[in-house]
């Protein structure tokens, strides 16, 4: 993708703030609805990002954008499924066993990917503009919202503006708009976490045939993502192409007011004294410079649909990516965005409907997935009557996948309560209402 040297235009019809997945996906959207989207954002891409797992549901949003082809010729690393060491308990998920026997899920690298998605977002009309930081949005006029920025292009920082019709926070952990309207709030709950992430090269890695193999055998043995629990939270390991991702997920109150440099070396000793995965990283060589934290992991925003504005992905709410649905999620939302923003310039009268619907089923994804991680049960920021509608539409496979999902981690039951309230199993039922398709591990065998 070539740098836009052009000005940025003072209007256009939607600004979309970041270009990460949601992002990238809402822009190519509703560009290719004829409407003119400018993107801004702050970073020059590739830049660093976490979150190299991806789910089989994500292809369907990848079909969607016409962006399919561009993943399949980048050559990313298939997986198989995934293997979770939880509390001693080991145990396999293939995703073969759930109907997704063509296209499984990818282990990526989200630098390339975030910068493959932005490429083809350019090629669908989206206006890009890099290193250009979105300070504030005025809503002041009734017309529509004005983008204060910074643009931070070679070298220099010229404040400017561009008026819109309506303006999309996908800025990420960042959540521009929640931070500007104070409604970021942390989950209420009784251990805050941190995450802490390094590469290593050449670090061994787990085949879908429960064995060991060297790096070098990536393309011709499909992995599966390793988890782990331990005595401080868990951990993951994801083989890419040239490297792999190792992080742990903690409980701040272990780490609380360490620096940077001690996080970095409580990381490395920690990676190097757990089970399994100290064999993997054996040997393995840690790319300096690879570090990276980021603490309070888990929050949400209290408004995330508005006059004008729309926040998606990680910028409405984000939670323990235990189950890898971050990218996937980040899709969704830029899926039902543009269908909100489509319908409502389309017809505007009705855009207070279409808006609640947006929040409805934004509210309704994420209630889903904070009662079957933490069993947050009428928490604050759910909504536990829309839990019980998704519960009821998903398809069965869907259900099977999540249930085994929840039952390597230990927490079915989680999913079983979700199902008792929306009155799909007797009250009471100690029994699996759907099969565990996970199979038990023995020993990884080299």
Request: aromatic content about 12%; proline content about 5%.
């Amino acid at each position: 993708m070539q740098p836009n040297d052009n000005p940025i235009p003072q209007r256009c019809d939607i600004v979309v703030i970041g270009g990460g997945p949601a992002g990238g996906s809402v822009a190519t959207l509703l560009a290719r609805e004829g409407l003119d989207v400018i993107l801004l954002e702050k970073a020059k891409h590739p830049r660093p990002q976490v979150g190299e797992s991806l789910i089989p549901h994500f292809w369907h949003f990848a079909d969607q954008l016409g962006f399919t082809q561009k993943i399949l010729d980048e050559g990313f690393i298939a997986k198989a499924g995934g293997i979770v060491s939880w509390d001693g308990d080991m145990r396999q998920l293939k995703f073969s066993d759930f109907g997704y026997p063509g296209r499984g899920g990818l282990h990526i690298e989200r630098d390339r990917f975030d910068y493959l998605l932005l490429e083809h977002a350019a090629e669908q009309g989206v206006r890009i503009w890099e290193e250009v930081v979105v300070r504030s949005v005025d809503f002041t006029d009734p017309r529509g919202p004005a983008v204060l920025y910074d643009d931070r292009r070679n070298g220099d920082s010229r404040p400017g503006r561009v008026d819109c019709k309506t303006v999309i926070d996908a800025t990420g952990f960042n959540a521009l708009l929640a931070g500007q309207f104070q409604c970021r709030k942390l989950h209420q709950q009784k251990d805050r976490f941190v995450s802490l992430w390094g590469y290593y090269r050449n670090a061994s890695f787990i085949g879908a045939d429960q064995k060991i193999y060297s790096a070098d055998r990536v393309r011709a043995v499909k992995p599966v993502t390793y988890v782990t629990s331990f005595d401080e939270g868990w951990a993951w390991h994801i083989i890419l192409r040239e490297s792999t991702s190792v992080g742990l997920i903690l409980y701040t109150a272990r780490e609380k007011g360490v620096g940077k440099k001690g996080q970095e070396q409580y990381f490395r000793d920690t990676c190097a004294s757990i089970p399994v995965l100290k064999d993997l990283l054996a040997p393995a060589t840690y790319i300096e410079d690879s570090f990276f934290a980021r603490p309070d992991y888990s929050y949400y925003s209290e408004r995330i649909v508005g006059d004008h504005f729309y926040c998606i992905g990680d910028a409405a709410a984000f939670l323990d990516p235990i189950f890898s649905t971050g990218v996937t999620t980040a899709m969704y939302h830029a899926a039902l965005c543009a269908w909100a923003v489509k319908a409502s310039l389309k017809k505007p009268q009705r855009k207070p409907f279409y808006d609640q619907l947006f929040r409805d089923k934004v509210v309704q994804y994420y209630s889903f997935a904070r009662l079957l991680i933490f069993g947050d049960f009428g928490a604050e920021g759910t909504d536990l009557e829309l839990v019980k509608s998704i519960a009821k539409a998903l398809p069965p496979n869907e259900v099977e996948l999540l249930f085994s999902a929840a039952t390597m981690v230990h927490r079915p039951g989680h999913l079983r309560r979700i199902a008792v309230e929306a009155g799909l199993i007797p009250e009471g039922d100690g029994e699996a209402f759907v099969a565990d398709k996970t199979t038990p591990v023995q020993s990884l065998a080299v």
